[in-house]
């Protein structure tokens, strides 16, 4: 039998590559690496915050977990189970326990079909209950996401944004799900909306217990909903701490940068000294050697173009990639 | 700013509609508001509340039918944009006043090459031959810090990254030394670092060439660190209007009060703790059917049967500071 595992997921070393074809026969012509070695816990009830800019791989890492892309290499331990290892049929029997919201409501809700449909859809393939059961359900999860019955009978396009967002929500939550992976789940909705929706994660992990991959740009929001946050540059964690510590405390440079370029919302924020970033994001066909923040970082020194540096543990427990840190370093 | 302001555009009770088959929809809604010479001014408010119908209603860009504008005036420099005749217009556009939009993708044109689409500008405005022009483009990518410019002016748009492309496009926007900057989502469709990297090169060139910016946008964080002055909007109407400080330190309109409740910003947790986010009741009404009385009162938990009634206007309630409220104006509390 398994043995009690504190965290509900594990995903060691995961890499994904995606191969880029070209030509009459589909030849691969090279790799888009969009995960380079990543490893995190997330603990049973813990919000796990995933941020960095566009292109980092934030959004693979997440369809990876939930294997809607098959890693390249690495494991993912799902409560104690490697879901590398299960076939077709074992991985449809986990599905249920780990659900997923995507950023855009508008592209991830089958137009012709009510919400009743919808939200019965997984009742119907996963649990075996009677038409009226059903229909009790849907009602209850629409009461949890702030909709009404009536609501049930509705298409989607009669729905406003934050709304569909709850529907989307109530699918997620039909079968009882442990670990719910968000991706971008706010973006694409207006701020006072936003915080209604934002506020709904924070209940629902309450009342459920849930535990969050919560993926997001928007480092406000993800402090506002994670316990614990990684920061992804080119496919790496470069650094995981702490929800207030990345935010007032970082330490990797590019940490750093990210949380300067930061325009906060409050008087007087003309006036702030801010770093700037020099440069783009580099490609993710094309790697850089070493570390791969080298060429932007204002702390390069040359150990960092040919070695890629180790991740080590600081003082207060958070995990950073950078040659300027060593193991057990004081913060 | 520091003598008597000179007010460089007026705009007084602007409506421009949409005449669409569902109804009419009153995207702004009497606006009035003034920008001074080398001010940088914000419209901020939620998607659907007309900031950038009042941006296009200036370039008098609004597409025409459906839109319209119904009334009003918009004074440029002692100019009446609004009749002016088309081809008048035109050699304002690009020219006096500039624009840069969100997605520059949609807005340069991909068949020519960037040099090329800014080269443009100087022979349409300034009547230079074609080297000349070309040289200029250079030079002012060269000034918007695009790395090696004069190989990069032969580049397309689908060769650039997105920040090199919003800065193609500030370029050819400030071609013509404009007077008035109009920025809609300027940075919205970046990452924050290159965010960071545009608004500093906006706020330099402002710097350098004194001119106006019309900063729309819905982060609140962009205005802070770019405005020197906010215009709320919701719903087609200006609902505050004051500087940036006394937005953020004393904001009069419950709509703005809400705005700035709601937005998790870093290190919010650690200022205030795991505090749920205030939250703005409802949704945004539909255009075609507005609220009777303030528009906001459905939403607001401080309406009374005035808000119900009657539609606060825009006064003045301590300098400087302008609010759309009854309960800001008769000081409930």
Redesign the interface.
């Known amino acids: 039998m398994t043995v009690k595992e504190d965290y509900i997921l594990n995903v060691i070393d995961l890499e994904k590559h995606f191969p880029i074809k070209k030509g009459v026969l589909k030849r691969t012509v090279g790799l888009v690496h969009a995960i380079n070695g990543v490893s995190f816990k997330i603990r049973k009830k813990e919000s796990f915050g995933l941020v960095g800019e566009s292109g980092c791989g934030k959004s693979t890492l997440g369809k990876c977990i939930v294997f809607l892309y098959e890693p390249t290499r690495g494991e993912i331990i799902f409560n104690g189970v490697n879901l590398g290892g299960l076939d077709n049929k074992k991985l449809r029997k986990i599905r249920p326990q780990f659900q997923m919201i995507f950023q855009d409501p508008y592209s991830t809700l089958n137009p012709r079909m009510s919400v009743e449909a919808m939200l019965s859809e997984p009742l119907k393939l996963y649990n075996k209950m009677s038409t009226n059961e059903r229909r009790d359900r849907v009602f209850e999860l629409l009461e949890i996401v702030g909709l009404r019955p009536e609501h049930s009978t509705r298409y989607p396009h009669e729905f406003s944004g934050g709304q569909r967002q709850r529907i989307a929500v109530a699918r997620a939550l039909a079968l009882n799900p442990s670990l719910i992976i968000c991706d971008e789940p706010v973006s694409a909705l207006d701020v006072s909306i936003q915080a209604q929706i934002l506020n709904l994660f924070d209940k629902l992990k309450k009342k459920f217990g849930l535990s969050y991959l919560f993926i997001s740009h928007d480092i406000g929001v993800v402090e506002h909903v994670a316990d614990r946050i990684a920061v992804m540059y080119l496919g790496k964690i470069v650094e995981l701490a702490k929800d207030t510590e990345i935010c007032q405390n970082p330490q990797h440079p590019y940490t750093k940068a990210l949380m300067a370029a930061i325009p906060i919302p409050k008087s007087r924020s003309r006036d702030r000294v801010k770093i700037s970033l020099t440069g783009d994001v580099p490609s993710p066909i094309d790697l850089p050697s070493g570390c791969f923040f080298h060429h932007r970082c204002p702390h390069a020194m040359s150990i960092c173009k040919e070695k890629a540096p180790e991740t080590v543990t600081l003082s207060d427990g958070r995990e950073v990639s950078c040659h300027l840190f060593n193991e057990g370093d004081r913060v | 700013m520091t003598n008597l302001p000179k007010e460089l555009v007026k705009i007084t009770h602007l409506r421009t509609e949409f005449h669409i088959p569902e109804g009419v929809v009153p995207a702004v809604n009497n606006v009035n508001f003034n920008i001074q010479a080398g001010e940088t001014l914000s419209i901020i408010g939620?998607?659907g509340c007309g900031k950038s119908v009042t941006a296009l209603s200036i370039m008098r860009l609004i597409p025409d039918p459906p839109g319209k504008i119904v009334s009003g005036n918009i004074n440029f420099e002692g100019v009446d944009l609004l009749k002016l005749p088309m081809s008048k217009m035109r050699e304002i556009r690009g020219n006096k006043i500039a624009m840069i939009f969100q997605e520059p993708m949609t807005s340069l044109n991909p068949l020519y090459t960037v040099g090329n689409q800014i080269s443009e500008v100087y022979l349409e405005h300034k009547g230079y031959n074609y080297k000349d022009a070309w040289d200029n483009s250079v030079n002012i990518l060269g000034k918007v810090g695009i790395p090696s410019p004069e190989e990069r002016a032969h580049e397309y748009i689908h060769e650039m990254?997105g920040?090199?492309r919003q800065r193609a496009m500030i370029a050819m926007a400030l071609a013509c030394s404009p007077r008035l900057l109009i920025a809609d989502e300027p940075t919205t469709a970046v990452?924050?670092?290159?965010?960071?990297?545009i608004?500093?090169l906006m706020r330099d060139l402002q710097a350098s060439t004194g001119a106006a910016i019309l900063l729309i946008t819905?982060?609140?964080?962009?205005?802070?660190?770019?405005a020197d002055r906010v215009i709320v909007m919701y719903l087609g109407h200006a609902v505050e209007d004051a500087d940036?400080?006394?937005?953020?330190?004393k904001p009069l309109h419950p709509y703005t009060r809400?705005?700035?409740g709601?937005?998790?910003?870093?290190?919010?947790?650690?200022l205030l703790g795991k505090k749920?986010?205030?939250?703005?009741p409802g949704?945004?009404p539909s255009m075609y059917e507005l609220p009777e009385g303030c528009v906001f009162h459905p939403r607001c938990r401080w309406a009374k049967d005035i808000c119900r009634k009657q539609a606060p206007e825009l006064v003045e309630t301590e300098k400087g500071h302008k609010v759309a409220c009854w309960k800001a104006v008769e000081k409930w509390v």
């Open positions: 939620e998607s990254s920040g090199m990452d924050v670092t290159i965010q960071n990297q608004l500093n819905h982060n609140f964080g962009v205005v802070a660190e770019m940036v400080d006394s937005i953020f330190d809400g705005l700035i709601c937005i998790p910003f870093p290190g919010r947790k650690s749920p986010l205030q939250e703005i949704i945004v």
